[in-house]
C-alpha cells in the first residue's frame, strides 16, 4: 500500500488542523493504520492508531482528548482531527499501514507515508 498524508500547516496555538492520509490499493480495509509525529531532534513518537474496521482507537497521553483518529474503509483514507493545538504538537506528522495489530509500536508498521509539517505557533 502507498500513502500519502496531507492537510499539515501553520497554526496558532489553541487552533485546529485536519490531517489526511490517502491510501492505494483495495485492501485498505485489511491494515490498521496510525500517526506518529517527528519534533526537531527528537525521536518518532506515537500518536494515534486506529484498527481495521475503525471501531477502535488508541491514542498517546499526550494528545489525548484533543486529537481524533477516523478512517475511512470506502475512501481509502485515514484522517487526524486535531484540536486545542499546543506548540509542542509542533512535528512532521507520518501515517503509516500495518497488516498486523499494531498499536503504538512502530516497527509493526511495515508502510509510511512521506510526512506532514505541522507548526503551531504561540
Known amino acids: 500500500v502507498q500513502l500519502q498524508a496531507s492537510g499539515g500547516g501553520l497554526v496558532q496555538a489553541g487552533g485546529s488542523l485536519r490531517l489526511s492520509c490517502a491510501a492505494s490499493g483495495r485492501t485498505f480495509s485489511t491494515y490498521f493504520m496510525g500517526w506518529f509525529r517527528q519534533a526537531p531532534g527528537k525521536e518518532r513518537e506515537f500518536v494515534a492508531a486506529?484498527?481495521?474496521?475503525?471501531?477502535?482507537?488508541y491514542y498517546s497521553d499526550s494528545v489525548k482528548g484533543r486529537f481524533s483518529i477516523s478512517k475511512d474503509n470506502a475512501e481509502n483514507a485515514v484522517y487526524l482531527q486535531m484540536n486545542s493545538l499546543k506548540t509542542e504538537d509542533t512535528a512532521v506528522y507520518y501515517c503509516?499501514?500495518?497488516?498486523?495489530?499494531?498499536?503504538?509500536?512502530?516497527?509493526?508498521?511495515?508502510?509510511w507515508g512521506q510526512g506532514t509539517l505541522v507548526t503551531v505557533s504561540s
Open positions: 486506529v484498527s481495521r474496521i475503525g471501531g477502535s482507537t
Open positions: 503509516a499501514a500495518s497488516s498486523l495489530t499494531s498499536y503504538s509500536d512502530s516497527k509493526r508498521y511495515a508502510y
